[in-house]
Protein backbone atom coordinates (compact mmCIF):
# COMPACT_ATOMS: atom_id res chain seq x y z
CA UNK A 1 0.00 0.00 0.00
CA UNK A 2 1.43 3.33 -0.72
CA UNK A 3 2.96 5.49 1.76
CA UNK A 4 2.71 8.68 2.27
CA UNK A 5 5.46 11.37 4.56
CA UNK A 6 4.66 15.19 4.82
CA UNK A 7 7.59 17.67 3.79
CA UNK A 8 6.88 21.53 4.91
CA UNK A 9 3.69 21.80 2.29
CA UNK A 10 2.23 18.40 1.47
CA UNK A 11 2.15 15.00 1.61
CA UNK A 12 3.89 13.26 -1.00
CA UNK A 13 4.55 9.42 -1.71
CA UNK A 14 7.27 8.24 0.68
CA UNK A 15 9.71 6.73 -1.85
CA UNK A 16 9.58 10.00 -3.23
CA UNK A 17 10.60 12.22 -0.47
CA UNK A 18 13.35 13.41 -1.16
CA UNK A 19 15.53 16.61 0.38
CA UNK A 20 18.14 18.69 -2.06
CA UNK A 21 22.09 17.71 -0.82
CA UNK A 22 22.28 21.69 0.10
CA UNK A 23 20.57 20.88 2.74
CA UNK A 24 22.68 21.97 5.70
CA UNK A 25 21.59 18.46 7.12
CA UNK A 26 23.27 16.68 4.68
CA UNK A 27 25.99 19.71 4.71
CA UNK A 28 26.77 20.23 8.08
CA UNK A 29 24.89 17.67 10.37
CA UNK A 30 22.40 20.61 11.29
CA UNK A 31 19.00 19.51 12.56
CA UNK A 32 16.61 18.19 14.97
CA UNK A 33 14.05 15.80 15.27
CA UNK A 34 11.53 13.80 17.62
CA UNK A 35 9.92 10.37 17.64
CA UNK A 36 6.79 9.17 19.07
CA UNK A 37 4.75 5.55 18.90
CA UNK A 38 1.33 4.97 17.97
CA UNK A 39 -1.17 2.39 20.09
CA UNK A 40 -3.26 1.87 17.60
CA UNK A 41 -3.46 4.89 16.05
CA UNK A 42 -3.40 6.51 18.78
CA UNK A 43 -0.18 8.62 19.47
CA UNK A 44 1.53 7.95 23.14
CA UNK A 45 2.50 11.21 24.45
CA UNK A 46 2.26 13.71 21.86
CA UNK A 47 2.04 16.48 23.31
CA UNK A 48 5.56 15.95 25.37
CA UNK A 49 6.98 14.98 22.47
CA UNK A 50 5.68 18.25 20.80
CA UNK A 51 6.77 20.42 23.62
CA UNK A 52 10.25 18.60 23.33
CA UNK A 53 10.51 19.05 18.83
CA UNK A 54 9.28 22.88 19.67
CA UNK A 55 12.05 23.32 22.50
CA UNK A 56 14.79 21.48 20.06
CA UNK A 57 14.05 23.75 17.35
CA UNK A 58 13.87 26.63 19.25
CA UNK A 59 17.25 25.82 20.81
CA UNK A 60 19.00 25.64 17.55
CA UNK A 61 17.44 28.37 16.29
CA UNK A 62 15.06 27.14 13.78
CA UNK A 63 11.86 27.99 13.12
CA UNK A 64 9.31 25.30 13.13
CA UNK A 65 6.78 27.56 10.73
CA UNK A 66 3.75 25.93 12.22
CA UNK A 67 2.05 25.82 15.24
CA UNK A 68 1.44 23.01 17.61
CA UNK A 69 -2.02 22.64 16.47
CA UNK A 70 -0.85 22.93 12.80
CA UNK A 71 0.93 19.81 13.50
CA UNK A 72 -1.55 17.90 15.19
CA UNK A 73 -3.86 18.44 12.40
CA UNK A 74 -0.76 17.26 9.66
CA UNK A 75 -0.55 14.14 12.36
CA UNK A 76 -3.75 13.16 12.25
CA UNK A 77 -4.21 13.29 8.06
CA UNK A 78 -0.72 11.49 7.99
CA UNK A 79 -2.18 8.51 10.40
CA UNK A 80 -5.42 8.30 8.04
CA UNK A 81 -4.06 8.25 5.12
CA UNK A 82 -1.17 5.62 6.15
CA UNK A 83 -3.28 3.50 8.09
CA UNK A 84 -0.48 1.38 9.49
CA UNK A 85 -1.25 1.12 13.23
CA UNK A 86 1.04 0.47 15.80
CA UNK A 87 3.98 2.35 14.30
CA UNK A 88 6.37 5.34 15.29
CA UNK A 89 6.15 8.74 13.64
CA UNK A 90 9.20 11.08 13.73
CA UNK A 91 8.97 14.75 13.16
CA UNK A 92 12.40 16.36 11.42
CA UNK A 93 13.30 19.40 10.88
CA UNK A 94 17.10 20.58 8.97
CA UNK A 95 19.07 23.88 9.02
CA UNK A 96 17.22 24.07 5.41
CA UNK A 97 19.22 25.30 2.30
CA UNK A 98 21.32 27.39 2.90
CA UNK A 99 23.21 29.83 0.15
CA UNK A 100 26.44 29.85 1.88
CA UNK A 101 25.74 26.36 3.11
CA UNK A 102 26.69 27.47 6.27
CA UNK A 103 24.29 29.87 7.97
CA UNK A 104 20.44 28.52 8.95
CA UNK A 105 18.06 29.03 6.16
CA UNK A 106 14.17 28.12 6.28
CA UNK A 107 14.00 25.00 7.65
CA UNK A 108 12.91 21.67 6.33
CA UNK A 109 10.54 19.61 8.07
CA UNK A 110 9.55 16.64 7.25
CA UNK A 111 7.44 14.23 8.52
CA UNK A 112 7.70 10.40 8.19
CA UNK A 113 5.68 7.23 9.64
CA UNK A 114 8.10 4.40 10.36
CA UNK A 115 7.51 0.76 11.43
CA UNK A 116 7.85 0.05 14.92
CA UNK A 117 9.22 -2.88 16.22
CA UNK A 118 8.09 -3.55 20.21
CA UNK A 119 10.40 -6.34 22.30
CA UNK A 120 9.28 -9.44 22.72
CA UNK A 121 9.20 -11.00 26.12
CA UNK A 122 12.28 -12.83 25.76
CA UNK A 123 14.27 -9.90 24.25
CA UNK A 124 12.80 -8.50 27.59
CA UNK A 125 13.64 -11.27 29.83
CA UNK A 126 17.33 -11.41 28.30
CA UNK A 127 17.89 -7.68 28.84
CA UNK A 128 20.82 -5.76 27.13
CA UNK A 129 24.39 -5.58 27.52
CA UNK A 130 26.69 -2.28 27.90
CA UNK A 131 29.72 -0.98 27.75
CA UNK A 132 31.04 2.24 28.62
CA UNK A 133 32.87 4.97 26.63
CA UNK A 134 33.77 8.25 27.89
CA UNK A 135 31.56 11.32 25.65
CA UNK A 136 29.64 14.22 26.16
CA UNK A 137 26.88 14.60 23.90
CA UNK A 138 27.23 18.41 22.64
CA UNK A 139 23.98 20.14 23.73
CA UNK A 140 22.52 17.15 25.56
CA UNK A 141 19.19 18.67 26.55
CA UNK A 142 18.64 19.42 22.79
CA UNK A 143 17.13 16.08 20.66
CA UNK A 144 19.94 16.97 17.71
CA UNK A 145 20.02 14.36 14.42
CA UNK A 146 23.85 14.29 15.82
CA UNK A 147 24.61 10.32 16.37
CA UNK A 148 28.22 10.21 14.96
CA UNK A 149 29.30 8.86 17.65
CA UNK A 150 27.09 6.15 18.59
CA UNK A 151 27.28 4.68 15.24
CA UNK A 152 30.78 4.98 15.02
CA UNK A 153 30.84 2.67 18.04
CA UNK A 154 29.17 -0.07 16.74
CA UNK A 155 32.36 -2.22 15.85
CA UNK A 156 33.83 -1.25 18.95
CA UNK A 157 30.35 -2.24 20.60
CA UNK A 158 30.53 -5.79 18.76
CA UNK A 159 34.20 -6.22 19.88
CA UNK A 160 33.02 -5.96 23.62
CA UNK A 161 30.61 -8.49 23.47
CA UNK A 162 28.11 -5.54 23.97
CA UNK A 163 24.89 -4.46 22.56
CA UNK A 164 24.73 -0.69 23.40
CA UNK A 165 27.11 1.73 24.63
CA UNK A 166 26.56 3.78 28.16
CA UNK A 167 28.30 7.02 28.11
CA UNK A 168 30.02 8.83 30.76
CA UNK A 169 31.89 12.09 31.55
CA UNK A 170 34.28 13.77 34.40
CA UNK A 171 33.68 9.96 36.00
CA UNK A 172 29.78 10.05 35.89
CA UNK A 173 27.46 8.71 34.29
CA UNK A 174 25.21 10.51 32.24
CA UNK A 175 22.88 8.41 29.54
CA UNK A 176 23.03 5.76 26.40
CA UNK A 177 22.79 7.14 22.82
CA UNK A 178 18.86 6.65 22.69
CA UNK A 179 17.82 6.00 26.11
CA UNK A 180 17.70 7.42 29.61
CA UNK A 181 19.72 4.95 32.27
CA UNK A 182 18.57 4.14 35.53
CA UNK A 183 20.01 2.04 38.63
CA UNK A 184 18.68 0.33 41.62
CA UNK A 185 20.32 0.33 44.61
CA UNK A 186 20.38 -2.46 47.38
CA UNK A 187 17.63 -0.51 49.02
CA UNK A 188 15.40 -0.51 46.24
CA UNK A 189 16.26 2.74 45.50
CA UNK A 190 15.91 4.37 41.81
CA UNK A 191 18.36 6.44 41.04
CA UNK A 192 18.65 8.13 37.43
CA UNK A 193 21.68 11.40 36.37
CA UNK A 194 19.59 14.21 36.34
CA UNK A 195 22.59 16.49 34.15
CA UNK A 196 24.13 16.46 30.59
CA UNK A 197 21.37 14.01 29.41
CA UNK A 198 18.25 14.68 27.16
CA UNK A 199 15.28 14.52 28.84
CA UNK A 200 13.04 11.36 27.61
CA UNK A 201 9.76 11.34 27.51
CA UNK A 202 9.86 7.42 29.24
CA UNK A 203 12.21 8.42 31.78
CA UNK A 204 9.68 11.73 32.65
CA UNK A 205 6.39 9.39 32.72
CA UNK A 206 8.31 6.64 35.00
CA UNK A 207 9.42 9.05 37.42
CA UNK A 208 5.70 10.35 37.84
CA UNK A 209 4.19 7.10 37.95
CA UNK A 210 6.34 5.10 40.09
CA UNK A 211 6.96 7.60 42.43
CA UNK A 212 4.40 6.53 45.29
CA UNK A 213 5.49 3.60 45.73
CA UNK A 214 9.47 3.69 45.23
CA UNK A 215 11.88 6.19 46.44
CA UNK A 216 13.49 7.54 43.36
CA UNK A 217 15.93 10.66 42.28
CA UNK A 218 17.68 12.49 39.50
CA UNK A 219 21.02 12.68 41.08
CA UNK A 220 24.81 11.82 39.38
CA UNK A 221 26.18 8.50 39.48
CA UNK A 222 29.60 7.79 39.50
CA UNK A 223 31.01 5.51 37.17
CA UNK A 224 32.40 3.40 40.60
CA UNK A 225 28.79 3.14 41.66
CA UNK A 226 27.86 0.94 38.60
CA UNK A 227 29.07 -2.09 40.41
CA UNK A 228 27.21 -1.82 43.32
CA UNK A 229 24.05 -1.68 41.63
CA UNK A 230 21.44 -4.74 42.31
CA UNK A 231 19.85 -3.97 39.02
CA UNK A 232 19.61 -1.42 36.48
CA UNK A 233 17.78 -0.74 33.36
CA UNK A 234 17.21 1.80 30.30
CA UNK A 235 14.08 3.83 29.12
CA UNK A 236 12.90 5.54 25.88
CA UNK A 237 10.31 5.43 23.31
CA UNK A 238 11.00 2.51 21.12
CA UNK A 239 12.11 -0.01 24.17
CA UNK A 240 10.20 1.69 27.12
CA UNK A 241 11.68 -0.19 29.97
CA UNK A 242 14.65 -2.73 29.19
CA UNK A 243 16.47 -4.14 31.85
CA UNK A 244 20.53 -3.59 31.87
CA UNK A 245 21.99 -7.07 32.42
CA UNK A 246 25.91 -6.53 32.23
CA UNK A 247 27.75 -3.77 32.15
CA UNK A 248 31.61 -3.57 30.33
CA UNK A 249 31.51 -7.54 30.79
CA UNK A 250 30.03 -7.79 34.69
CA UNK A 251 27.02 -8.82 34.94
CA UNK A 252 23.95 -7.48 37.00
CA UNK A 253 21.27 -8.94 38.78
CA UNK A 254 22.50 -12.62 37.70
CA UNK A 255 21.44 -11.81 33.89
CA UNK A 256 17.95 -11.27 34.02
CA UNK A 257 15.87 -9.44 34.05
CA UNK A 258 15.92 -7.80 37.99
CA UNK A 259 12.34 -7.98 40.74
CA UNK A 260 12.39 -4.37 40.54
CA UNK A 261 12.81 -3.41 37.05
CA UNK A 262 9.54 -6.42 36.48
CA UNK A 263 7.86 -4.05 38.85
CA UNK A 264 8.41 -1.02 37.46
CA UNK A 265 7.78 -2.72 33.56
CA UNK A 266 4.20 -3.65 35.43
CA UNK A 267 3.36 -0.15 37.30
CA UNK A 268 4.17 1.77 33.52
CA UNK A 269 1.64 -0.81 31.79
CA UNK A 270 -0.66 -0.33 34.00
CA UNK A 271 -0.38 3.69 34.00
CA UNK A 272 -1.19 3.64 30.44
CA UNK A 273 -4.50 1.60 30.15
CA UNK B 1 23.86 27.75 -17.96
CA UNK B 2 22.56 24.01 -16.72
CA UNK B 3 25.04 23.07 -13.61
CA UNK B 4 25.59 19.22 -12.85
CA UNK B 5 26.18 17.53 -9.98
CA UNK B 6 27.10 13.83 -9.47
CA UNK B 7 25.34 11.72 -6.91
CA UNK B 8 26.80 8.02 -6.80
CA UNK B 9 26.22 6.38 -10.08
CA UNK B 10 25.77 9.58 -12.52
CA UNK B 11 25.39 13.04 -13.71
CA UNK B 12 22.48 15.27 -12.12
CA UNK B 13 21.12 18.51 -13.43
CA UNK B 14 22.30 20.50 -9.77
CA UNK B 15 18.59 21.22 -9.08
CA UNK B 16 17.34 18.18 -8.93
CA UNK B 17 20.39 16.40 -7.29
CA UNK B 18 18.12 15.10 -4.35
CA UNK B 19 18.27 12.48 -1.08
CA UNK B 20 15.92 10.54 0.31
CA UNK B 21 15.10 11.68 4.06
CA UNK B 22 15.70 7.84 4.93
CA UNK B 23 19.88 9.14 4.28
CA UNK B 24 21.97 8.51 7.47
CA UNK B 25 22.67 12.24 7.03
CA UNK B 26 19.50 13.42 7.86
CA UNK B 27 18.66 11.14 10.09
CA UNK B 28 21.59 10.84 12.11
CA UNK B 29 23.91 13.61 10.80
CA UNK B 30 26.67 10.72 9.35
CA UNK B 31 28.84 11.59 6.66
CA UNK B 32 32.34 12.73 5.92
CA UNK B 33 33.43 15.09 3.01
CA UNK B 34 36.10 16.98 1.41
CA UNK B 35 36.43 20.51 -0.49
CA UNK B 36 38.77 21.63 -2.66
CA UNK B 37 39.02 24.69 -5.25
CA UNK B 38 39.75 25.66 -8.52
CA UNK B 39 42.32 27.79 -9.95
CA UNK B 40 40.85 28.24 -13.32
CA UNK B 41 39.75 24.65 -14.00
CA UNK B 42 43.01 23.10 -12.52
CA UNK B 43 42.73 21.30 -8.88
CA UNK B 44 44.79 22.55 -6.29
CA UNK B 45 46.04 20.17 -4.09
CA UNK B 46 43.67 17.24 -5.12
CA UNK B 47 45.29 14.51 -4.59
CA UNK B 48 45.89 15.87 -0.60
CA UNK B 49 42.10 15.95 -0.74
CA UNK B 50 41.35 12.61 -1.76
CA UNK B 51 44.11 11.10 0.50
CA UNK B 52 41.74 13.43 3.38
CA UNK B 53 38.22 12.26 1.97
CA UNK B 54 39.27 7.99 1.46
CA UNK B 55 40.95 8.46 5.37
CA UNK B 56 38.05 10.37 6.54
CA UNK B 57 35.49 7.30 4.99
CA UNK B 58 37.84 4.49 6.18
CA UNK B 59 37.55 6.10 10.02
CA UNK B 60 34.03 6.34 9.73
CA UNK B 61 33.67 2.67 8.39
CA UNK B 62 32.05 4.02 4.98
CA UNK B 63 32.93 2.30 1.72
CA UNK B 64 33.69 4.72 -1.23
CA UNK B 65 32.95 2.11 -3.69
CA UNK B 66 35.15 3.70 -6.25
CA UNK B 67 38.97 4.31 -6.82
CA UNK B 68 40.51 7.33 -6.34
CA UNK B 69 41.33 7.33 -10.29
CA UNK B 70 37.68 6.46 -10.69
CA UNK B 71 36.90 10.20 -8.84
CA UNK B 72 39.58 12.04 -10.29
CA UNK B 73 37.28 11.08 -13.40
CA UNK B 74 34.38 11.85 -12.48
CA UNK B 75 35.81 15.28 -11.29
CA UNK B 76 37.28 15.61 -14.66
CA UNK B 77 33.86 15.21 -16.61
CA UNK B 78 32.44 17.83 -13.46
CA UNK B 79 34.57 19.79 -14.39
CA UNK B 80 34.18 19.53 -18.06
CA UNK B 81 30.93 19.78 -18.22
CA UNK B 82 30.35 22.58 -15.72
CA UNK B 83 32.71 25.05 -16.87
CA UNK B 84 32.89 26.97 -13.79
CA UNK B 85 36.16 28.10 -13.47
CA UNK B 86 38.27 29.46 -9.90
CA UNK B 87 35.15 27.20 -8.34
CA UNK B 88 35.00 24.89 -5.30
CA UNK B 89 33.97 21.14 -5.50
CA UNK B 90 32.65 19.10 -2.27
CA UNK B 91 32.80 15.41 -2.55
CA UNK B 92 30.29 14.18 0.26
CA UNK B 93 29.85 10.78 1.52
CA UNK B 94 26.91 9.60 4.04
CA UNK B 95 25.58 6.31 5.81
CA UNK B 96 22.99 5.51 2.71
CA UNK B 97 19.92 4.57 3.26
CA UNK B 98 19.96 2.47 6.20
CA UNK B 99 16.49 -0.09 7.15
CA UNK B 100 16.71 0.46 10.73
CA UNK B 101 17.51 4.69 10.42
CA UNK B 102 20.60 3.28 12.73
CA UNK B 103 23.04 0.82 11.08
CA UNK B 104 25.20 2.17 8.14
CA UNK B 105 24.25 1.35 4.72
CA UNK B 106 25.47 1.62 1.48
CA UNK B 107 26.62 5.66 1.65
CA UNK B 108 25.51 8.13 -1.35
CA UNK B 109 27.95 9.88 -2.80
CA UNK B 110 27.33 13.42 -4.03
CA UNK B 111 29.75 15.38 -5.66
CA UNK B 112 28.82 19.34 -6.63
CA UNK B 113 30.46 22.02 -7.72
CA UNK B 114 30.14 25.76 -6.14
CA UNK B 115 30.83 29.46 -6.02
CA UNK B 116 33.79 30.49 -4.66
CA UNK B 117 34.42 34.16 -3.03
CA UNK B 118 38.23 34.85 -2.89
CA UNK B 119 39.00 37.25 0.08
CA UNK B 120 39.53 40.50 -0.95
CA UNK B 121 42.54 42.59 -0.37
CA UNK B 122 40.68 44.64 2.19
CA UNK B 123 39.68 41.69 3.90
CA UNK B 124 43.30 40.58 4.27
CA UNK B 125 44.17 43.57 5.70
CA UNK B 126 41.31 43.88 7.93
CA UNK B 127 41.57 40.12 9.30
CA UNK B 128 39.31 38.21 11.78
CA UNK B 129 37.91 38.40 15.06
CA UNK B 130 38.11 35.54 17.18
CA UNK B 131 36.10 34.54 20.50
CA UNK B 132 37.11 31.27 22.51
CA UNK B 133 35.11 28.46 23.56
CA UNK B 134 35.17 25.54 25.06
CA UNK B 135 34.72 22.90 22.78
CA UNK B 136 36.11 19.60 21.59
CA UNK B 137 35.33 18.31 18.06
CA UNK B 138 34.36 14.84 17.81
CA UNK B 139 36.31 12.52 15.73
CA UNK B 140 39.15 15.81 15.64
CA UNK B 141 41.24 14.00 12.69
CA UNK B 142 38.11 13.21 10.40
CA UNK B 143 36.47 15.94 8.36
CA UNK B 144 32.79 14.96 9.01
CA UNK B 145 30.13 17.00 8.50
CA UNK B 146 29.32 17.76 12.62
CA UNK B 147 29.37 21.31 12.45
CA UNK B 148 26.22 21.34 14.79
CA UNK B 149 28.23 23.52 17.56
CA UNK B 150 29.57 26.59 15.55
CA UNK B 151 26.37 26.74 13.83
CA UNK B 152 24.31 27.08 17.04
CA UNK B 153 27.27 29.00 18.10
CA UNK B 154 26.84 32.01 15.47
CA UNK B 155 24.55 34.40 17.49
CA UNK B 156 27.21 34.39 20.35
CA UNK B 157 30.10 35.38 18.10
CA UNK B 158 27.37 37.81 16.63
CA UNK B 159 27.01 39.60 20.62
CA UNK B 160 30.97 38.91 20.78
CA UNK B 161 31.77 41.15 17.94
CA UNK B 162 33.73 38.55 16.83
CA UNK B 163 33.53 36.92 12.85
CA UNK B 164 34.77 32.75 14.15
CA UNK B 165 35.23 31.15 17.03
CA UNK B 166 38.19 29.47 18.37
CA UNK B 167 38.59 26.33 20.28
CA UNK B 168 39.85 25.37 23.35
CA UNK B 169 39.95 22.01 25.11
CA UNK B 170 41.45 21.37 28.31
CA UNK B 171 42.88 24.85 28.52
CA UNK B 172 45.02 23.99 25.26
CA UNK B 173 44.08 25.89 21.88
CA UNK B 174 42.58 23.56 19.15
CA UNK B 175 41.55 25.64 16.11
CA UNK B 176 38.63 26.91 14.26
CA UNK B 177 35.55 25.45 12.92
CA UNK B 178 36.73 25.70 9.37
CA UNK B 179 40.50 26.58 9.87
CA UNK B 180 43.36 25.49 11.65
CA UNK B 181 44.57 28.04 14.14
CA UNK B 182 48.88 29.54 14.15
CA UNK B 183 49.88 31.93 16.30
CA UNK B 184 53.62 33.96 15.58
CA UNK B 185 56.08 34.43 18.65
CA UNK B 186 57.38 37.67 19.73
CA UNK B 187 60.69 36.22 17.92
CA UNK B 188 58.89 34.87 14.70
CA UNK B 189 58.58 31.46 15.49
CA UNK B 190 55.23 30.23 13.88
CA UNK B 191 53.82 27.74 16.37
CA UNK B 192 49.99 25.80 15.31
CA UNK B 193 48.25 23.34 17.01
CA UNK B 194 49.31 19.80 16.71
CA UNK B 195 46.80 17.66 18.63
CA UNK B 196 43.23 17.18 18.59
CA UNK B 197 42.68 18.89 15.18
CA UNK B 198 41.55 18.48 11.53
CA UNK B 199 44.95 18.37 9.57
CA UNK B 200 44.21 21.01 6.75
CA UNK B 201 45.68 21.03 3.47
CA UNK B 202 46.53 24.36 4.02
CA UNK B 203 48.21 24.23 7.00
CA UNK B 204 50.06 21.10 5.74
CA UNK B 205 51.42 22.78 2.29
CA UNK B 206 52.34 26.13 4.73
CA UNK B 207 54.34 24.32 7.28
CA UNK B 208 56.49 22.74 4.24
CA UNK B 209 57.09 25.58 2.31
CA UNK B 210 58.48 28.39 4.95
CA UNK B 211 59.99 25.78 7.08
CA UNK B 212 63.01 26.86 5.20
CA UNK B 213 62.56 30.79 5.95
CA UNK B 214 60.79 30.45 9.90
CA UNK B 215 61.57 28.46 12.74
CA UNK B 216 57.83 26.14 12.70
CA UNK B 217 56.52 24.13 15.46
CA UNK B 218 53.59 22.04 15.61
CA UNK B 219 52.82 22.23 19.25
CA UNK B 220 50.33 22.86 22.37
CA UNK B 221 49.75 26.44 22.56
CA UNK B 222 47.86 27.23 25.84
CA UNK B 223 44.69 30.30 26.20
CA UNK B 224 47.40 32.30 28.09
CA UNK B 225 50.12 31.82 25.30
CA UNK B 226 47.20 33.81 23.09
CA UNK B 227 47.77 37.20 25.28
CA UNK B 228 51.37 36.88 24.38
CA UNK B 229 51.42 36.50 20.41
CA UNK B 230 52.87 39.28 18.18
CA UNK B 231 50.71 38.12 14.90
CA UNK B 232 48.25 35.44 14.48
CA UNK B 233 46.27 33.97 12.00
CA UNK B 234 44.15 31.14 10.29
CA UNK B 235 44.64 28.80 7.23
CA UNK B 236 42.35 26.74 5.14
CA UNK B 237 41.19 25.85 1.54
CA UNK B 238 38.60 28.95 1.27
CA UNK B 239 40.72 31.45 2.97
CA UNK B 240 44.41 30.21 2.45
CA UNK B 241 45.60 32.76 5.15
CA UNK B 242 44.04 35.23 6.95
CA UNK B 243 45.51 37.36 9.52
CA UNK B 244 43.70 36.99 13.14
CA UNK B 245 43.69 40.83 14.31
CA UNK B 246 41.71 40.16 17.94
CA UNK B 247 40.67 37.46 19.90
CA UNK B 248 38.16 38.28 22.36
CA UNK B 249 38.29 42.15 21.93
CA UNK B 250 42.17 42.31 22.56
CA UNK B 251 44.11 43.64 19.49
CA UNK B 252 46.40 41.49 17.69
CA UNK B 253 49.09 43.32 16.07
CA UNK B 254 47.59 46.70 16.14
CA UNK B 255 44.34 44.90 14.21
CA UNK B 256 45.81 44.86 10.74
CA UNK B 257 47.66 42.20 8.86
CA UNK B 258 51.30 41.60 10.55
CA UNK B 259 55.01 41.86 8.87
CA UNK B 260 55.88 38.00 9.54
CA UNK B 261 51.94 36.99 8.35
CA UNK B 262 52.33 39.20 4.97
CA UNK B 263 55.58 37.06 4.63
CA UNK B 264 54.31 33.66 4.55
CA UNK B 265 51.30 35.02 2.47
CA UNK B 266 54.06 36.07 0.21
CA UNK B 267 55.97 32.85 0.76
CA UNK B 268 52.94 31.08 -0.49
CA UNK B 269 51.77 31.99 -3.32
CA UNK B 270 54.89 32.15 -4.53
CA UNK B 271 55.64 28.26 -4.37
CA UNK B 272 51.91 28.10 -5.81
CA UNK B 273 52.98 29.70 -9.29
Redesign the interface.
Known sequence: MQKW?F?NDGFIAE?K???????????????V?DFFKLKGNEPVFLDDNLNRFFYSASQ??LHVGKTEEELKDILTKLISKNEFPDSGIRI?L??GYSPD????AEPNL?I?Q?NFQALTAAHLEKGIRLVTYE?QR??PSVK??????P??L??RIKTHNADDVLYYSNNMVTECPRSNFFLVTNEDKIITPRDNILNGITRKKLLEIVAKDFEVAEENITLGELSTAKEAFITSTTKTILPVTSINGNTISNGTAGIVTKKLMQLFQSALQ
Open positions: AIEACIHFRDLSIQRGYGFMHTTGGYQIISQHQLTIDYLMIWQP
